[in-house]
């Protein structure tokens, strides 16, 4: 396990075409001019300093900036915030097919997958809905502990979106267990699960703004999710919608009724 590192930089984007941007980026270290081939990721750098050094090491950490900015359509003198954490584990898509374990525990900040999760642990369910209509939105769900017995939720909301729900749903599993160190969490939503085990991570460190200055689109929700998944150790299992998982289908049925009343 390894303390989080966060590292802040500010990019302003020089000149761009087809092919390259040309970037002035600086940080508590210094600055330097960066150079990115977007056709095959090439990085160039003018100078041989620590922030050269922080870029290149971090260098995944910067391509995911930089194309996102560019699917963003970025211009010239655009400027973008962003947070580099040293040793981040970026999750890849077979992942989502194994269990996911987020180790917040002391301080620390550990990412890594395993086979399968654990059986003997409190457990979370949850779904969420929304019915586009209306936006009429309702959430359920259950805490389980290592026994078996179950303990459901559901709530009703006259608005909202599927997304916002999921995120509801986990929050108050994550409420409901709040003394408990050691969770697994089974829900169909990848947004939460990437929320949780990645996004969150760069917010926080960067006041719950998004690269371009935006305030974190359900950022007082994260945050809410965020401080309860604090010195804890999570499973997160990704469970495919309609797959005849038992369990997730009462989940289902709890969210989709909550979300008619």
């Known amino acids: 396990m390894t303390k989080v590192k966060p590292i802040k930089l500010t990019i302003q984007i020089e000149a761009l075409d087809d092919s390259n941007i040309h970037c002035f980026i600086e ?19 003018t100078k041989a300093n620590q922030l050269a050094a922080v870029i290149r090491t971090n260098r995944h950490q910067f391509e995911k900036v930089i194309r996102s900015a560019i699917k963003g359509n970025i211009k010239v003198g655009q400027t973008i915030n962003c947070v580099f954490i040293e040793g981040f584990n970026f999750l890849k898509e077979p992942d989502f097919f194994r269990c996911i374990r987020l180790d917040r525990r002391g301080g620390h900040l550990d990412i890594t997958t395993t086979d399968s999760g654990s059986s003997t642990i409190h457990k ?28 459901m939720f559901f709530q009703t909301f006259a608005e909202g979106s599927s997304n916002l729900m999921e995120l509801l749903a986990v929050t108050e599993g994550l409420q409901r267990l709040k003394p408990v160190e050691i969770i697994q969490v089974n829900t169909d939503s990848r947004f939460v699960i990437r929320g949780l085990a990645q996004w969150s991570h760069f917010w926080k460190h960067n006041n719950w703004q998004t690269a371009y200055g935006r305030e974190v689109r359900y950022a007082k ?41």
Do not use: M, V
């Open 221 to 261: 929700y994260w945050k809410e999710a965020y401080r309860l998944c604090e010195n804890k150790l999570l499973e997160f299992n990704w469970i495919k919608g309609h797959s005849g998982n038992g369990k997730h289908d009462l989940c289902h049925w709890l969210a989709k009724e909550s979300s008619s009343r």
């Open 27 to 45: 940080n508590a270290s210094g600055d330097n001019r960066l150079g990115y081939h977007i056709p095959d990721g090439t990085i160039t750098l």
């Open 124 to 151: 979370i369910y949850a779904d969420g809905s929304c019915i586009s209509a209306t936006k009429q939105s309702g959430y359920g769900g259950f805490i389980e502990d290592p026994e078996g017995k179950q303990e």
